[in-house]
């Protein structure tokens, strides 16, 4: 945003800056890509919405890029993780299977790993890969972000990371002021199309479309002045009819216009627009922004928005809760309704009914004396035929002094709710009530009212009552329902990645998200557990000790984490053991701060376990004391943490060797392959040798600069290395000299397969399936040495290393 919504997030700024301390926004480094720069939290602080997504920590504004991909939610939102206030803008993301229990998850796009200006943008998922971004099985993730022009970033693994396509280049160029790209698929023309607000010749969109969401062609503008900013554009079935579809345009401030839509060209004989919600909807207002999600499995259209008046302690920024929209004919014409969707019942527990009841004000007390609660929804249907009172509603955070924080006013004469019109439907008012410890939302009449708002609510326990009220005389109401709505926060995992299923649960220790991983802290023998048991398996898993005596993997653990721990014991041992017995040991060297690899293996009451990607087992050992129970990490007497935890064959596939050797970066095993990360040069070497030979393996720059084979080298690294390198060369080189080079495009998050020839002093290197190698070169500095993986200031994954 800039210009107008710029100067009102100034003043936002401004006052936040005052109430809460704030730190500027910082560009982040490609080695700590994805970032996770959240503090810990239990989601449980004053204000902070139980339903209602906010982000762990820092700012958050326009709602980004909402997909539904490879059985996930993703919501992504303009984010300063480093402070409370807007600044230099990231991409948050988090997850939900449901669209209410969603799952903070690390940085998604990110200044200084990316290009560009990462302001407002939306995104689709590529099921069909129109793109030929796909590198693997997953369905790509692919968002539009940047000003003055559109650029492309996809995801191929699901959201966790991003490449920018052509390093940024964008795709669209617009010399005007623009920004805020949406994309959606046009399924009658089979097609991908675009809107982007820009200001030329004032406010308007400019619409694009394409074949395969990269080369882009201006189709036509339809300009407003009321059309500023984060536009959308959607189709709705009229009354659910599908064969009387219209096309609906939105604004940031939900202004909306019904019409037609070709192809190229949006047309609507409408003179003015609608208002969608009748909040404050200006930015850093009750409702703004609010963006549709893209590639529902169900087809149905589901809204959300940026509301931007709750803060606390850690974070600024929450969304609205997510919205159907439907389209219904109405005596005005076509009308967008939003109604909260189903999933919300989800949280749902206990609920009370009263039915066919007169309020009055001379009557005998609050029906709803006997009900407290903090987060909850109400609905409630009056007939106002005959009613004599001049106002009706409720009283939220009702507290024993009568004062409550806010009240839900219905005015008879005016035929207003909360001071915006709304007329009695057949002699009857309805009204549904959202109340979250930050976040009022109040719809009625079938979706067509619509209010969304930010309250403090005061969570004491003496100010969670609730009143149903009537002033100056009767009404009748019909009925009312409360219902007691649960958190929807604490069932996912932010940064630990297994392929285990959750919830995960502590035995001892306190654990927390860091990069990469989980984190613990423990005295004595701390255990996380999946919820995923098995008997016979391969699980496998990293961990890094820091001050820690001991951490592991355990399995066929009782839920107190009673069974089976191999782990790595800094006394200088790999050791298998369960309670009231060390089954069996394995002596070699294991150093604070260190990262290792483990993996065990089980067949009855055989158990094997390997250390550090080695090809024979450290361990082989029976016993039968448990036959089945969950997987999960143990941890005793320090910090330290785990990542990777999964079963199944995946893993890092090389050539036979013992243990290997981390020299610089980070290295970890996940179900694709090593994956390696550093700031500069980082080297994983085998034990194995070799001076005549053909080496060979599948490497990949994730995000960052090189990665390659290295050979012949010392025990510190220094020998040959092949790699690629993303700013466009395969490259041989040794340290002090670039032997050779072979220029070509090298892309990240593109798989490449390098192999490598050696015979005496000459080298040759291969890329690809190429049948002639790209580089042949000489050189006698090293005449044997060992085998192994380099990456150089990125993160890279490297996958089937084979020797012969």
Same mark, same amino acid.
């Given at each position: 945003?800039?210009?107008?919504?710029?100067? $009102?997030?100034?003043?936002?700024?401004?006052?936040?800056?005052?109430?809460?301390?704030?730190?500027?926004?910082?560009?982040?480094?490609?080695?700590?890509?994805?970032?996770?720069?959240?503090?810990?939290?239990?989601?449980?602080?004053?204000?902070?919405?139980?339903?209602?997504?906010?982000?762990?920590?820092?700012?958050?504004?326009?709602?980004?890029?909402?997909?539904?991909?490879?059985?996930?939610?993703?919501?992504?939102?303009?984010?300063?993780?480093?402070?409370?206030?807007?600044?230099?803008?990231?991409?948050?993301?988090?997850?939900?299977?449901?669209?209410?229990?969603?799952?903070?998850?690390? !940085? +998604? $796009?990110?200044?200084?790993?990316?290009?560009?200006?990462?302001?407002?943008?939306? /995104?689709?998922?590529?099921?069909?890969?129109?793109?030929?971004?796909?590198?693997?099985?997953?369905?790509?993730?692919?968002?539009?972000?940047?000003?003055?022009?559109?650029?492309?970033?996809?995801?191929?693994?699901?959201?966790?990371?991003?490449?920018?396509?052509?390093?940024?280049?964008?795709?669209?160029?617009?010399?005007?002021?623009?920004?805020?790209?949406?994309?959606?698929?046009?399924?009658?023309?089979?097609?991908?199309?675009?809107?982007?607000?820009?200001?030329? &010749?004032?406010?308007?969109?400019?619409?694009?479309?394409?074949?395969?969401?990269?080369?882009?062609?201006?189709?036509?503008?339809?300009?407003?002045?009321?059309?500023?900013?984060?536009?959308?554009?959607?189709?709705?079935?009229?009354?659910?009819?599908?064969?009387?579809?219209?096309? !609906?345009?939105?604004?940031?401030?939900?202004?909306?216009?019904?019409?037609?839509?070709?192809?190229?060209?949006?047309?609507?004989?409408?003179?003015?627009?609608?208002?969608?919600?009748?909040?404050?909807?200006?930015?850093?207002?009750?409702?703004?922004?609010?963006?549709?999600?893209?590639?529902?499995?169900?087809?149905?259209?589901?809204?959300?928005?940026?509301?931007?008046?709750?803060?606390?302690?850690?974070?600024? &920024?929450?969304?609205?809760?997510?919205?159907? $929209?439907?389209?219904?004919?109405?005596?005005?014409?076509?009308?967008?309704?939003?109604?909260?969707?189903?999933?919300?019942?989800? $949280?749902?527990?206990?609920?009370?009914?009263?039915? *066919?009841?007169?309020?009055?004000?001379?009557?005998?007390?609050?029906?709803?004396?006997?009900?407290?609660?903090?987060?909850?929804?109400?609905?409630?249907?009056?007939?106002?035929?005959?009613?004599?009172?001049?106002?009706?509603?409720?009283?939220?955070?009702?507290?024993?002094?009568?004062?409550?924080?806010?009240? !839900?006013?219905?005015?008879?004469?005016?035929?207003?709710?909360?001071?915006?019109?709304?007329?009695?439907?057949?002699?009857?008012?309805?009204?549904?009530?959202?109340?979250?410890?930050?976040?009022?939302?109040?719809?009625?009449?079938?979706?067509?009212?619509?209010?969304?708002?930010?309250?403090?609510?005061?969570?004491?326990?003496?100010?969670?009552?609730?009143?149903?009220?009537?002033?100056?005389?009767?009404?009748?109401?019909?009925?009312?329902?409360?219902?007691?709505?649960? %958190?929807?926060?604490?069932?996912?995992?932010? %940064?630990?990645?297994?392929?285990?299923?959750?919830?995960?649960?502590?035995?001892?220790?306190?654990?927390? *998200?860091?990069?990469?991983?989980?984190?613990?802290?423990?005295?004595?023998?701390?255990?996380?557990?999946?919820?995923?048991?098995?008997?016979?398996?391969?699980?496998?898993?990293?961990?890094?000790?820091?001050? +820690?005596?001991?951490?592991?993997?355990?399995?066929?653990?009782?839920?107190? /984490?009673?069974?089976?721990?191999?782990?790595?014991?800094?006394?200088?041992?790999?050791?298998?053991?369960?309670?009231?017995?060390?089954?069996?040991?394995?002596?070699?060297?294991?150093?604070?701060?260190?990262?290792?690899?483990?993996?065990?293996?089980?067949?009855?009451?055989?158990?094997?376990?390997?250390?550090?990607?080695?090809?024979?087992?450290?361990?082989?050992?029976?016993? #039968?004391?448990?036959?089945?129970?969950?997987?999960?990490?143990?941890?005793?007497?320090?910090?330290?943490?785990?990542?990777?935890?999964?079963?199944?064959?995946?893993?890092?596939?090389?050539?036979?060797?013992?243990?290997?050797?981390?020299?610089?970066?980070?290295?970890?095993?996940?179900? *694709?392959?090593?994956?390696?990360?550093?700031?500069?040069?980082?080297?994983?070497?085998?034990?194995?040798?070799?001076?005549?030979?053909?080496?060979?393996?599948?490497?990949?720059?994730?995000?960052?600069?090189?990665?390659?084979?290295?050979?012949?080298?010392?025990?510190?690294?220094?020998?040959?290395?092949?790699?690629?390198? %993303?700013?466009?060369?395969?490259?041989?080189?040794?340290?002090?000299? *670039?032997?050779? !080079?072979?220029? %070509?495009?090298?892309?990240?998050?593109?798989?490449?397969?390098?192999?490598?020839?050696?015979?005496?002093?000459?080298?040759?290197?291969?890329?690809?399936?190429?049948?002639?190698?790209?580089?042949?070169?000489?050189?006698?500095?090293?005449?044997?040495?060992?085998?192994?993986?380099? #990456?150089?200031?990125?993160?890279?994954?490297?996958?089937?290393?084979?020797?012969?």
């Amino acid at each position: 945003m800039r210009r107008r919504a710029w100067a $009102l997030l100034v003043s936002l700024a401004a006052v936040l800056a005052a109430i809460v301390p704030s730190t500027p926004a910082v560009a982040g480094t490609v080695q700590d890509y994805p970032e996770f720069p959240y503090p810990p939290t239990t989601y449980s602080e004053p204000y902070r919405g139980q339903f209602h997504f906010s982000s762990r920590s820092g700012w958050m504004n326009d709602p980004n890029g909402l997909v539904h991909a490879n059985g996930l939610y993703h919501f992504f939102y303009q984010h300063n993780p480093h402070g409370l206030a807007w600044d230099t803008m990231h991409w948050g993301h988090a997850t939900s299977p449901d669209l209410v229990h969603w799952t903070q998850k690390p !940085v +998604a $796009l990110e200044p200084g790993v990316h290009p560009g200006t990462l302001f407002s943008g939306g /995104g689709v998922v590529d099921k069909d890969n129109t793109s030929g971004l796909r590198t693997g099985s997953l369905d790509p993730i692919v968002v539009f972000s940047n000003t003055d022009g559109v650029s492309v970033f996809y995801s191929n693994d699901d959201g966790r990371t991003f490449q920018a396509y052509d390093k940024g280049r964008k795709v669209i160029d617009i010399p005007d002021e623009s920004r805020d790209p949406k994309v959606f698929w046009d399924a009658a023309r089979h097609r991908w199309a675009m809107v982007v607000w820009s200001s030329q &010749g004032g406010n308007g969109v400019n619409i694009y479309t394409s074949a395969n969401l990269l080369d882009w062609t201006f189709a036509s503008r339809f300009a407003a002045p009321w059309l500023f900013e984060c536009p959308d554009l959607y189709p709705l079935a009229l009354d659910g009819d599908a064969g009387r579809q219209k096309w !609906v345009m939105t604004s940031a401030s939900s202004q909306y216009v019904v019409g037609s839509f070709d192809g190229n060209t949006f047309a609507t004989d409408w003179t003015q627009p609608r208002q969608m919600d009748l909040g404050t909807t200006y930015a850093g207002g009750g409702f703004y922004a609010a963006e549709t999600f893209t590639g529902m499995p169900d087809g149905r259209t589901v809204q959300m928005a940026w509301q931007g008046g709750n803060h606390g302690s850690t974070w600024t &920024g929450n969304a609205t809760f997510p919205a159907a $929209l439907a389209l219904v004919t109405t005596p005005d014409g076509p009308r967008v309704t939003r109604t909260p969707v189903a999933e919300l019942e989800s $949280l749902a527990s206990d609920s009370q009914t009263w039915k *066919d009841r007169t309020l009055d004000t001379a009557g005998t007390g609050n029906l709803l004396s006997g009900v407290r609660a903090d987060t909850y929804e109400l609905n409630a249907q009056f007939d106002v035929t005959g009613a004599t009172a001049a106002q009706f509603g409720f009283d939220l955070h009702l507290r024993s002094d009568g004062t409550a924080d806010r009240r !839900v006013v219905y005015d008879t004469k005016a035929q207003t709710l909360q001071g915006k019109p709304l007329k009695p439907r057949n002699g009857k008012v309805t009204m549904r009530v959202l109340v979250d410890r930050g976040q009022l939302e109040i719809f009625a009449d079938g979706g067509l009212y619509s209010l969304s708002d930010n309250a403090d609510f005061d969570s004491s326990a003496d100010s969670q009552g609730i009143g149903l009220f009537s002033l100056g005389g009767r009404v009748r109401l019909d009925s009312a329902t409360f219902t007691r709505l649960n %958190t929807s926060w604490g069932t996912g995992q932010s %940064t630990l990645s297994s392929n285990l299923k959750g919830p995960w649960h502590a035995s001892g220790g306190t654990w927390s *998200d860091v990069s990469g991983g989980k984190r613990v802290s423990a005295s004595g023998d701390a255990f996380y557990l999946s919820a995923t048991g098995g008997s016979d398996a391969t699980y496998q898993g990293d961990i890094s000790l820091d001050s +820690a005596r001991a951490g592991g993997l355990t399995f066929r653990a009782n839920a107190a /984490g009673a069974g089976y721990t191999a782990n790595i014991d800094t006394g200088g041992v790999v050791k298998l053991w369960r309670p009231g017995k060390d089954i069996a040991t394995y002596a070699t060297p294991i150093a604070a701060g260190s990262t290792h690899h483990l993996k065990v293996q089980t067949a009855g009451d055989r158990i094997r376990v390997w250390l550090d990607n080695g090809t024979d087992p450290v361990i082989d050992a029976t016993d #039968a004391t448990y036959p089945s129970g969950l997987f999960g990490a143990n941890v005793y007497n320090g910090t330290a943490t785990v990542r990777n935890l999964d079963t199944g064959s995946g893993g890092f596939a090389a050539f036979p060797a013992g243990r290997w050797t981390p020299r610089g970066g980070t290295w970890t095993v996940e179900p *694709d392959g090593l994956h390696g990360s550093g700031a500069q040069d980082g080297f994983y070497l085998s034990d194995r040798t070799g001076t005549d030979f053909t080496y060979q393996g599948d490497l990949s720059v994730t995000n960052g600069t090189a990665t390659g084979l290295t050979f012949r080298a010392e025990s510190g690294g220094a020998g040959y290395t092949a790699n690629i390198d %993303t700013s466009g060369v395969v490259k041989l080189w040794r340290p002090g000299r *670039d032997i050779a !080079v072979f220029r %070509t495009t090298v892309v990240e998050g593109r798989t490449y397969h390098l192999k490598v020839q050696t015979a005496g002093d000459r080298i040759r290197v291969w890329l690809g399936n190429g049948a002639d190698p790209v580089i042949d070169a000489t050189d006698d500095t090293y005449p044997s040495g060992l085998f192994g993986v380099n #990456a150089f200031a990125g993160n890279t994954v490297a996958q089937n290393l084979t020797v012969g």
